[in-house]
Every structure is written in structure tokens, then in C-alpha cells.
């Protein structure tokens, strides 16, 4: 297999073609309603992935919002682009090893799903002909873009998409690497070493959305998939290692549709509506009441094929039903799946019948209230059934929280692109490259081997630390004066593992209250094992340290305490100590440590308990503590 990576990631500054800050907002001002409809590129043709989004003839209503302005209306033309954004991206150009161009053009590129007031979205080439390298491997950078970030879409309903105007011109980064990379692991690891890159500007904007990857994918002998918009770094592999299954398992079924000899499926509907209208659940139900008809569509040798095989949850049924889902019908059925959803063994031979099918063959029902809509689903399920007997169909798809991806739409081409009329060339000078050259920041390796050098730690700790969003607070804390792996733990262990209430979303602190924690647990007000009690507490709503502190139990416990619980513990454990000596520590540790609940450094509890359990061993009294 080959992948590819394409990294989306907005800047934190004001937006590409307007003075309106890059802020997303609840406040909606008011709403615009628009049709969109494909238009043609440069060289008068349209694009197949914009014919296919107008083909939904969806509605879409625009939220105005207090961070937007006519321009992300579309009632106004475009301001000059974004210098701080320009030179951000030139300076990106630069650390990738990229050749910028003498000429910023700036393009259109046909967008008619809703996601751009204007049906098109701006982007700029920046650079070509760059590289990285990673994991002594060098992967080619094939071009740095700049372009303006889509609108966000917050709701879907029927055939109305509402879309808010708050992150739609938000300045994004695009870096676009060359097909070399050829695992799931190393497409992460790419990934990891770019965004790297990207957060050592320190001008892009950190948080679930900010930051996006395509994944571009193929198998040997099949076809190159888009991923759109994969969010979580974590998944990169098993989106990158599912593709490839599925690709191989659509492979698989070419070449026994070869053998079998399948003709390609007709595409002519067969009205069942009359045969089904007595099924009273599953999809079929309702069918002939009021407007729903039920249309079916052989495809022959294509029986025992829909279905997964075995130690795979790939199968080809679910292509189909996806060309329904994309346009907007859920009530799709394959025989490999019948008997069931309330359709009887005699009900199929029945349907089987009908279709006048033979022993090898399929077939695929469709419920939908529109006969339009059902007979351009199956105009689509017969294309794709087609195009199984040539093996993988190039297409974008969407990725799914469980690591596999589903059909979006057909992979877009030259077609959707023409010049901007509206903003003029931006010639790229040579004092303007030596101007960003002189301000680079530290590349991603020199910083490892600084904090490394400077604070001791272990590389992979460093590492950990630098492919993170938490460089910049480890870097701040420290320069406060706190213990570097003091502040590792809590920012790579202790903050990632608290969990909040459902639906509140992640957890963060300000870097105030990251500083106030580390100063009490270094002045001994509590001990580090006491910091996830804490973080709990400030989760679950206390409103600053203090409370969160007194809510965890670690408030007021005193050295003479610790002596007086030591001393209690050892006293009932006597005999174990003059038996095992020293060795009762072990036994012993977890007893203490159960009642200390961090409000006692670890080290301190176990010096003293060390130190009661010699006096035992020694043959001397154990001393008469407070607690006893």
C-alpha cells in the first residue's frame, strides 16, 4: 500500500480575506437562506464531486454571527489576503524544506456542499518541492497552501443544511506530502512531525477542529480514497490499516466476479411495492401507504458477495447502502441480509421470483417516499455494483468514530478550479523571504535536544512532550521554576486522564491554575499522588483550588499525623514486622498508603515507615505515637 497526508490547520489570526477576528460564537445575529449549484472550472467542464453535491438539492441557511461580515456573506468582495497569514505560511514553506513560488495566485475551487456561502472556496499555492524526515525516512512535500476554512456546520434536517459563518475564513494551512509513505503507523508518525512543525510557529489555534488531516490511500491495485477530515491523531493508523482491508476485500470480490463471469447490472427498477405492502416491520413497513414505493434491482452473480466474510467486517452491501445514505435514504436492503427485517424465506423466493433471478444472483430493495429519489438510489447501487467488477472506485469518504470510513462522494478534479478575479497576483519577493527566514522558529529535533539537555528527561518523555499541544505549557511551567518531571507527569499523565461529566466536553486548565497546583504540591500542602483527587474535583465543578483541595480530603494532615498513622499501622502488624523485618514493607506500604490518599508525598510516607518497621526489627519499643 501508499498513503499520502493532507494537513489542514488554522491559524490563530484574524481571517484570510477580511479584519474579522477568528472566533467561534453561539450568538447568532440573524440567518440567510441560499440554493447552490455547480458551476464550470477553468476549462468550462463540471466537476463530478460538485455535480453529485448539487444532485442532493439541499437548502442551506446561514448563521450570521458577530465574527463575520458581508465578505463571509458573499455581498462583499474579498479585503487584501492576510499578511500575517502569508508570512506564516511562507515560514511553514521554509522549515519543509519548500520552494515558494514567485507569484501567489489565488484560486476558486468549486465547492457546492453548503460549506461556502459562495460555492467556492479561495486557496493559494504557496511552495512546491519540499521534504521531511522522519524516522530516517524523507517524505516529499509536494506543495504548501493557504486557503480560508469552511463554515461549521451545526445541524441537518430533511433537506436543509444550517451552517453558522463564524470559522468559514478562518486562515488554513495546507501541507500535502507525496505517496511514499507506506504504513498506518509511519502515516501518523508523518503527522505527528508536521504538526510539530505547525505549533512551533506559535500562530496556529490549538482544540478538537482546529486541525484536520485528509488521508490518502491505496492498495496495491487499487485506488487512490480520499479520508475527509480525520480529527483524532490517535486514529490515523486504523483509518490508514482499515482502508487497505477494505481495498483488498473489494479486490477479492473483483476477481471472483471475473470468475463467476457477472455481467454488469442493467439499472432498470422493478416496482415491488404490491408484494410488500403487507410487512408490518423493518424498513418495508408502510410500503404502498400513502406516497413509499419499493423498487428493487437485480444484480446477477453477485449472490453470497454483500456480505462480510469471515474475519472481516468489510463487505460490499455496505458500499451500496451508502450511495443511498449520500443521498439522504436509509431504507436499503440486500438479499445476502434475508431473511430478516420482517421479510420471511418465502417472501425472498417470492422476490426472487419476481426479479426473475437465477441461483447466483442478488438483488437490493430501496424504500423511499419519492419514486425519484428511490430510482436514483439504485441508478447509483447499479454504478456501484459496476464498478466492484473493476475492483476499488476512487471516492472521498468520511471518517467514523470506530476507525473505518463510509462514501461521500465522487473524488473532485481540475474541473472545480479558476482564478479569483477579485484579489489581484502577490509577487513574493527576495526581502521578503530573508525577512521570514530571519524569524524561523526552532525545528521540531532541535527542540527535543534542548529540553532533553536542559531538563534531563527521558527522549521519549521529550517526545511525547513536543508531538503534543503541550510544549507551550510544559516550556511556561518550568520557566516558573517547577520540577520538569513533575510537570511532564501532570500534563502527559495526571491532565489526560481525568474524566468530566457526559457531554461537558475535554477537560482543560487555564496555565494560572496549572501553577497554583504544582506551588502546592511542591510547598507539601499535598502530595503529588494527590493531584488526580484534585483534578477530579475541579472536573466535577469546584470553582477554584482551594475548594477543590478541601472536596478531596487532602486539606490538614499534619507530619505529626503521618507519624501518629505509621506508628498505628505498625503496632497491628507486629508480629508480621519481627517476623519478615525489613520485607514487611511491601505488606505494609499499601495499608498506609490507602489511608494517606495522597496528602503525604509517597517518599516521605515510605521513609517514615521504613523507619518504624527498623525500630521493630532492631528489637527496640515502638514509640508511643498520638494516634495510638
Known amino acids: 500500500m501508499k498513503a499520502g497526508l493532507e494537513v489542514h490547520q488554522q491559524l490563530s489570526l484574524s481571517k484570510l480575506f477580511c479584519a474579522c477576528p477568528s472566533e467561534l460564537s453561539e450568538e447568532v445575529l440573524g440567518t440567510v437562506v441560499r440554493r447552490l449549484r455547480p458551476a464550470g472550472g477553468e476549462d468550462r467542464a463540471i466537476d463530478a464531486a460538485a455535480a453529485f453535491q448539487a444532485s442532493r438539492e439541499l437548502r442551506y441557511r446561514y448563521e450570521v454571527v458577530p465574527s463575520s461580515c458581508l465578505v463571509e456573506l458573499d455581498e462583499e468582495p474579498p479585503h487584501p489576503l492576510n499578511p500575517a497569514a502569508l508570512d506564516t505560511a511562507l515560514a511553514l514553506a521554509l522549515l519543509l524544506n519548500a520552494r515558494p513560488v514567485d507569484e501567489i495566485t489565488v484560486m476558486r475551487k468549486i465547492v457546492v456542499d453548503g460549506s461556502n456561502t459562495s460555492g467556492f472556496q479561495r486557496t493559494a499555492l504557496i511552495a512546491t518541492d519540499g521534504h521531511l524526515d522522519v524516522d530516517g525516512r524523507r517524505i516529499s512535500i509536494l506543495s504548501v497552501c493557504l486557503e480560508e476554512d469552511a463554515a461549521r456546520k451545526v445541524r441537518e434536517s430533511g433537506e436543509e443544511v444550517t451552517y453558522r459563518l463564524d470559522r468559514l475564513g478562518i486562515p488554513l494551512v495546507e501541507i500535502a506530502t507525496g505517496p511514499e509513505i507506506s504504513t498506518g503507523r509511519e502515516a501518523r508518525a508523518v503527522a505527528q512531525e508536521i504538526g510539530a512543525l505547525l505549533r512551533a510557529t506559535r500562530r496556529v489555534r490549538r482544540g478538537i477542529g482546529t ?14 480514497i480520499e479520508i475527509k ?28 466476479l471475473a470468475r463467476r463471469s457477472a455481467p454488469p447490472p442493467d439499472g432498470r427498477p422493478v416496482d415491488l411495492t404490491g408484494l410488500v ?9 408502510g410500503a404502498g401507504k400513502g406516497s413509499t414505493v419499493v423498487l428493487a434491482l437485480a444484480l446477477p452473480g453477485f449472490d453470497g458477495l454483500l456480505r462480510s466474510p469471515a474475519g ?12 443511498a ?30 426479479l426473475m433471478l437465477g441461483a447466483g444472483d442478488a438483488f437490493v430493495l430501496v424504500s423511499e417516499r419519492s419514486r425519484d429519489r428511490a430510482e436514483l438510489v439504485l441508478r447509483r447501487v447499479a454504478q456501484r455494483a459496476n464498478a466492484a467488477r473493476s475492483g476499488v472506485p476512487g471516492e472521498t469518504r468520511d471518517p467514523l468514530a470506530e476507525g473505518r470510513s463510509r462514501y461521500s462522494r465522487p473524488l473532485p478534479g481540475r474541473d472545480r478550479m479558476y482564478p479569483e478575479t477579485d484579489i489581484p497576483p502577490i509577487p513574493i519577493g527576495r526581502d521578503r523571504i530573508r525577512s521570514v527566514e530571519r524569524s524561523l522558529p526552532e525545528r521540531p529535533e532541535a527542540r527535543r535536544a534542548r529540553l532533553a539537555r536542559e531538563h534531563g528527561l527521558d527522549p521519549e518523555v521529550v517526545r511525547q512532550i513536543v508531538y503534543s499541544e503541550d510544549e507551550e505549557p510544559f516550556e511556561e511551567l518550568t520557566a516558573h521554576g517547577h ?7 501532570l500534563l502527559l499523565h495526571e491532565l489526560p486522564s481525568v474524566t468530566r461529566p457526559e457531554g461537558s466536553g475535554p477537560f482543560a486548565l487555564e496555565p494560572v491554575t496549572l501553577d497554583a ?24 465543578g469546584a470553582p477554584d483550588l482551594d475548594t477543590a483541595v478541601e472536596r478531596s480530603g487532602l486539606s490538614g494532615f499534619r507530619a ?25 514493607f511491601s505488606a505494609l506500604m499499601g495499608d498506609v498508603m490507602r489511608e494517606v490518599r495522597g496528602r503525604r508525598d509517597g517518599k516521605e510516607v515510605a521513609d517514615a515507615l521504613r523507619a518504624a518497621i527498623a525500630r521493630i526489627a532492631d528489637g527496640e519499643a515502638p514509640p508511643t505515637g498520638t494516634g495510638s
Open 517 to 540: 497546583l504544582l506551588t502546592a504540591v511542591e510547598s507539601g500542602r499535598f502530595a503529588k499522588e494527590g493531584i488526580p483527587a484534585v483534578l477530579s474535583a475541579l472536573a466535577a
Open 312 to 323: 472481516t467486517e468489510e463487505r460490499l452491501g455496505r458500499e451500496l447502502a451508502d450511495q
Open 483 to 489: 520540577a520538569p518531571a513533575l510537570v511532564a507527569r
Open 325 to 354: 445514505r449520500a443521498l439522504g435514504v436509509r431504507g436499503l436492503l440486500h438479499s445476502d441480509e434475508l431473511p430478516a427485517h420482517g421479510i420471511t424465506e418465502e417472501r425472498v423466493r417470492e422476490i426472487r421470483a419476481r
Open 277 to 285: 405492502d403487507d410487512i408490518t416491520s423493518g424498513p418495508l413497513a
Open 560 to 584: 505529626e499525623e503521618l507519624a501518629a498513622l505509621v506508628d498505628r499501622v505498625v503496632r497491628a502488624n507486629e508480629e508480621l514486622v519481627r517476623r519478615r523485618g525489613k520485607e514487611a
Open 211 to 224: 486541525i484536520r488531516e485528509d488521508l490518502n490511500v491505496s492498495a496495491d491495485g487499487g485506488h487512490r
Open 229 to 256: 477530515g480525520v480529527q483524532e491523531l490517535n486514529k490515523i493508523q486504523e483509518y490508514v490499516d482499515r482502508e487497505v482491508a477494505r481495498q483488498r476485500l473489494l479486490l477479492e470480490i473483483r476477481d471472483e
